[in-house]
């Protein structure tokens, strides 16, 4: 079945959709709001459980209506939450816009509980990780306990993903404890100093991780697809119209997770990652638009 522990953040997704961005100031008429559950490590959580591996979820939570929303949706997905809860803080939540014409999206996060996420809660999940086959996570909460998370995992031998969203600067000694990174072209840029414009530009920047540690750069480009080190583009899935990219990255990140953990090499698990967010961005929303396992793989075989 393969097993993929996730340390992340969940946040209740406030979602706005209007013609564009207000400035300043500004009050401008949205099309349409809904609420749902999000965050990076919940929504990869949730991707790869609907893909039917077993997923643990190392997170922490305020007691509150935002709180069940999580545990509800990790229950349905088939998370299992490994979880803290701060009865002096919220659970998180995040404003979303979302441009009607194109789909593309602006966030804002305020992961309340989850900023108090620490070492010493990865340390007391040790076992947990150790029993792994992968362990990914991103930088919503505190570098440290990412940090301390890569650590236990790597002295495990289990593989180590780090999706470094939201962009911020990172020490070589994060980037070494990483077998893949999976940044996309504006935290590529913030981390290597490459901007990316062509697959040249990639190919540099992957040659950049290398130098600085990570054994397997993965840089993810939209619709183009994802670039591999010393392999190339693999292309992405065009499974329909594009309704809204917000979770495509962690969909990609969360059929990633499932294929490695399943045992499939790099390429196969990076192409399973392209054709669970070719599907995702057909739909609204974050979590809610993970597909299953049979959805994925009628497109890998059609």
Known sequence: MGHVVILGVFVADTAYRAERMPIIGETVLGNSFSLGPGGKG??????????????????????????????????????????EEDKDSYTGAAYIFIEESTGDNAIIISPGAA??????????????????????????????????????ARSAGVKTILNPAPAVKLPNEILSLCDFITPNETETETLTGVNISTL???????????????????????????????????????????L????????????????????????????????????SVTRAGTAPSMPTRDEVEKILTT
């Open 42 to 83: 919940s929504n990869q959580a949730v991707a790869a459980g609907r893909l039917g591996v077993k997923v643990s979820m190392i997170s922490r939570l305020g007691k509150d209506d935002f709180g069940q929303m999580a545990l509800e949706t990790w229950k349905s997905s088939g998370v299992t939450p490994f979880i």
């Open 115 to 152: 900023a108090n996420i620490s070492p010493e809660d990865l340390e007391n999940k040790k076992e947990l990780i150790v029993n792994a086959d992968v362990f990914i996570t991103q930088l919503e909460q505190p570098i440290e306990a990412a940090k301390k998370g890569l650590e236990i």
């Open 200 to 242: 040249e530009d990639a190919d540099a920047a992957c040659k950049k991780f290398v130098e600085m540690g990570v054994k397997n750069p993965i840089i993810t480009l939209g619709e183009k697809g994802a670039y591999l080190h010393d392999h190339g583009l693999i292309e992405s899935y065009k499974v329909g119209k594009v």
């Open 244 to 279: 809204e990219t917000t979770g495509a990255g962690d969909a990609f990140n969360g059929g990633f997770a499932a294929a490695l953990a399943e045992g499939r090499s790099t390429l196969d698990a990076i192409n399973f990652g392209c054709a669970t967010a070719g599907i």
